[in-house]
């Protein structure tokens, strides 16, 4: 059996062939430094996480991360300061790095002084990080999906008890401001999720790609829409003439009414709710072969319970229409567009008497 000395020089033996290639092939980062800020050693999984050039071995720490993106990274760079400040004990966190590119990542980190044989000096820092960006983003999606429901189900509530007042005082207000109460709850709902969520205003479909093509294509929409609305009164002036209110014209231009004037907006912020905002969370939290189908049936479904108050056939209507808008909407992935077929075929159902 070797003497104690032969077993600690066998493991040192062992541990100087061994640490760089355990270093190596692991996948956490770790970039040594000694007691002067220079980087002694980058593993390849660090140099690759950080986006570090192929020389940051032997150069200065502080002018390796002042390169492009010092500011940004205050950080990461902050746990490298607590280990000089705190040398008594390791470092533990996490942090978010902007790298070169412009990805940003999520890291654990863990930074240590590195001491002699003796345990008693130091001669310098180590480093380790991990990359949880995929764990981050799953935490950060169970916590929206978390908010999203119970923001809906407050919406949804609250919407109820709204309707229910309005029919307990017997209908005290015109059933169209009920629909400018809807959108307005809507957009307040609207603006607390982007404020407490990873949700953000460029997610709620508002790009502009390819936008010429997508309004045309609404356009034509639209169009082959009313046709249709228009054809299927006809049918019923001849098969259920009492459907209609007698002595009223086949379009009533009569019918516009205050609100009308200010529909367009109403229908951008409805699909700014509906889709930019539901149909996305609902994207977010289904998940699954059909889960496309399900955020389009869901958003349809809900939104279109909300126009109950203005009656069964009203109610109907907006769930097909928010049904073939959200087909659209999946593959455009703008609401700009859909703002076309929503207005001209909301106007529609109003103007031939179907609401």
Same mark, same amino acid.
């Given at each position: 059996?070797?003497?104690?000395?032969?077993?600690?020089?066998?493991?040192?033996?062992?541990?100087?062939?061994?640490?760089?290639?355990?270093?190596?092939?692991? !996948?956490?980062?770790?970039?040594?430094?000694?007691?002067?800020?220079?980087?002694?050693?980058?593993?390849?999984?660090?140099?690759?996480?950080?986006?570090?050039?192929?020389?940051?071995?032997?150069?200065?720490?502080?002018?390796?991360?002042?390169?492009?993106?010092?500011?940004?990274?205050?950080?990461?760079?902050?746990?490298?300061?607590?280990?000089?400040?705190?040398?008594?004990?390791?470092?533990?966190?996490?942090?978010?790095?902007? =790298? =070169?590119?412009?990805?940003?990542?999520?890291?654990?980190?863990?930074?240590?002084?590195? =001491?002699?044989?003796?345990?008693?000096?130091?001669?310098? %820092?180590?480093?380790?990080?991990?990359?949880?960006?995929?764990?981050?983003?799953?935490?950060?999606? &169970?916590?929206?999906?978390?908010?999203?429901? %119970?923001?809906?189900?407050?919406?949804?509530?609250?919407?109820?008890?709204?309707?229910? @007042?309005?029919?307990?005082?017997?209908?005290?207000?015109?059933?169209? @401001?009920?629909?400018?109460?809807?959108?307005?709850?809507?957009?307040?709902?609207?603006?607390?999720?982007?404020?407490?969520?990873?949700?953000?205003? =460029?997610?709620?479909?508002?790009?502009?790609?390819?936008?010429?093509?997508?309004?045309?294509?609404?356009?034509?929409?639209?169009?082959?829409?009313?046709?249709?609305?228009?054809?299927?009164?006809?049918?019923?002036?001849?098969?259920?003439?009492?459907?209609? &209110?007698?002595?009223?014209?086949?379009? !009533?231009?009569?019918?516009?009414? @205050?609100?009308?004037?200010?529909?367009?907006?109403?229908?951008?912020?409805?699909?700014? $709710?509906?889709?930019?905002?539901?149909?996305?969370?609902?994207?977010?939290?289904?998940?699954?072969?059909?889960?496309?189908?399900?955020?389009?049936?869901?958003?349809?479904?809900?939104?279109?319970?909300?126009?109950?108050?203005?009656?069964?056939?009203?109610?109907?209507?907006?769930?097909?229409?928010?049904?073939?808008?959200? %087909?659209?909407?999946?593959?455009?992935?703008? $609401?700009?567009?859909?703002? $076309?077929?929503?207005?001209?075929?909301?106007?529609?159902?109003?103007?031939?008497?179907?609401?």
């Amino acid at each position: 059996m070797p003497a104690p000395e032969e077993r600690c020089y066998l493991s040192m033996e062992l541990s100087s062939q061994m640490l760089p290639r355990i270093l190596r092939d692991v !996948n956490d980062g770790v970039i040594v430094l000694d007691g002067q800020g220079t980087v002694l050693y980058v593993n390849p999984s660090g140099q690759e996480m950080l986006l570090l050039p192929e020389d940051a071995a032997g150069r200065k720490y502080a002018a390796l991360m002042q390169e492009d993106i010092a500011s940004r990274n205050d950080e990461f760079n902050q746990f490298l300061l607590d280990a000089i400040y705190d040398k008594q004990s390791a470092h533990r966190g996490e942090c978010a790095y902007l =790298r =070169r590119d412009g990805t940003r990542l999520q890291l654990h980190m863990v930074t240590s002084f590195l =001491r002699d044989d003796a345990g008693q000096k130091n001669e310098g %820092v180590v480093i380790q990080f991990t990359d949880i960006t995929e764990l981050a983003r799953m935490h950060q999606k &169970e916590k929206d999906a978390s908010i999203v429901f %119970v923001s809906t189900l407050i919406f949804v509530c609250a919407w109820v008890l709204l309707v229910a @007042l309005w029919e307990f005082l017997d209908r005290p207000l015109p059933a169209h @401001l009920l629909t400018q109460a809807v959108t307005f709850l809507g957009a307040c709902m609207m603006v607390f999720l982007v404020r407490t969520t990873s949700i953000t205003w =460029r997610e709620l479909g508002l790009s502009t790609k390819n936008l010429r093509k997508v309004l045309i294509t609404d356009s034509l929409v639209a169009a082959a829409g009313l046709a249709l609305m228009i054809g299927l009164k006809f049918v019923l002036l001849r098969v259920a003439p009492g459907f209609f &209110e007698a002595g009223t014209p086949f379009w !009533n231009w009569r019918a516009l009414r @205050l609100s009308g004037v200010f529909y367009p907006v109403t229908v951008f912020l409805q699909e700014l $709710i509906s889709r930019g905002l539901m149909h996305e969370s609902m994207r977010r939290i289904i998940t699954g072969k059909y889960r496309e189908l399900a955020a389009i049936a869901v958003t349809s479904l809900a939104f279109g319970a909300l126009h109950l108050f203005l009656g069964l056939i009203y109610m109907l209507g907006a769930v097909i229409l928010l049904g073939g808008l959200g %087909v659209l909407y999946r593959r455009q992935n703008t $609401i700009w567009g859909l703002c $076309i077929p929503h207005y001209v075929l909301g106007m529609a159902l109003v103007f031939l008497g179907f609401a």
